[in-house]
């Protein structure tokens, strides 16, 4: 698990749930509303989305912003 911020963790697991959902670069672009060249700069992990983005992205996924961040490897939020 990282503790760094996701600095190391966003990118690759971008790249994971967009490859295991087996969607191209370009449709996952479409449905964030954000340009083809800046969803592979996050995955290239040479810029990182804003919060508001991040969200979406979980949203999409049905994963928590944790997992994506690299704080959890659970993909799901535990309830309370």
């Given at each position: 698990m990282s503790?760094?911020?996701?600095?190391?963790?966003l990118?690759?697991?971008?790249?994971?749930?967009?490859?295991?959902?087996?969607?191209?670069?370009?449709?996952?672009?479409?449905?964030?509303?954000?340009?083809?060249?800046?969803?592979?700069?996050?995955?290239?992990g040479r810029r990182r989305p804003s919060y508001e983005k991040l969200v979406k992205v979980a949203d999409f996924y049905g994963v928590s912003l944790d997992y994506l961040l690299g704080r959890t490897d659970?993909?799901?939020a535990l309830t309370k």
């Open positions: 503790n760094n911020g996701g600095i190391d963790t990118a690759p697991r971008l790249r994971w749930l967009r490859e295991d959902t087996g969607m191209l670069r370009v449709d996952l672009a479409r449905k964030l509303d954000i340009t083809y060249q800046l969803y592979c700069e996050w995955e290239r659970r993909r799901i």
